[in-house]
Each structure stands twice: as C-alpha cells, then as structure tokens.
C-alpha cells in the first residue's frame, strides 16, 4: 500500500507541473475565444448599424428626390 501510494505521489510530482501547464493553457484560449466571440459580436453589430443607416439614408433620398421631381413637374400656381 506505500508502494502504491509512493507511485501516485511521484506520479502527481512528476506530472503535476504539466497538469498545471495545461489548466493554463486552457484557461488562456478560454479567455482569448471569449474576447474573440465579444469582438466579433460588436463588429457584427457595428455593420448591422451601418446598414440601417444607409438604409435610411437611401430612403431620405428618395424622399428627396420624389419631392425635387414633384416640384418641377408641378410648379406653384401664382
């Protein structure tokens, strides 16, 4: 039973170190993955606002435009 004891010890010594190194690393790409996921959720949401955007900016020139054309082709009675 020591013997067997004396293993596992000597087993978590020697491989404890990797153990660690490779909680480590895991907890890096967790926290780079996130910050990836929050990035990439903002730029997403940053083009979607762009796109609303131009798309009223679209509409208000054709407003525009409607009501330029509207103007000529029915100028003001004196």
């Known amino acids: 039973m020591e013997f ?3 293993f596992v010890v000597t087993g978590l010594a ?3 170190g990797w153990l660690v190194w490779g909680a480590g690393r895991q907890w890096t ?6 910050h990836e996921l929050l990035v990439a959720r903002t ?3 940053g083009e979607i606002r762009r796109a ?3 798309a009223e900016l679209r509409e208000q020139e054709l407003a ?4 330029q054309d509207f ?3 029915h ?4």
Do not use: T, V
Not at 29 to 34: A, N
Not at 64 to 67: D, K, S
């Open 14 to 16: 020697a491989g404890g």
């Open 43 to 45: 730029y997403a949401e």
């Open 75 to 78: 100028p003001p009675s004196p």
């Open 52 to 54: 609303e955007i131009a």
């Open 29 to 34: 790409r967790y926290r780079r993955r996130r």
């Open 64 to 67: 525009n435009q409607i009501y």
């Open 4 to 6: 067997l004891l004396a």
């Open 71 to 73: 103007s000529r082709r």
